[in-house]
């Protein structure tokens, strides 16, 4: 998603809502929580085959073989 879309998106809703982030916990139950959000930042995201999905780069372990991009990443 573009930061253009991502701000269309948002304009639909009540400027003052709490915004944040979700994910599984990885618990028994499956519990989806919700933390908040820290502030974006630039950060350095590669593909990852094994994965899936972008992740973030490690700097101990990357390899320069591997196209990075730089994103917005919401923390």
Known sequence: MKVRELIKELQQFDPVMEVVKSY?????W????????DYPEEQ???YSVYHGMNMLVDSEHEDDDERRTEMVVVL
């Open 24 to 28: 599984d916990y990885g618990d028994h």
């Open 44 to 46: 350095e995201i590669k």
């Open 30 to 37: 499956n519990t989806t929580v919700c933390p908040d959000i």
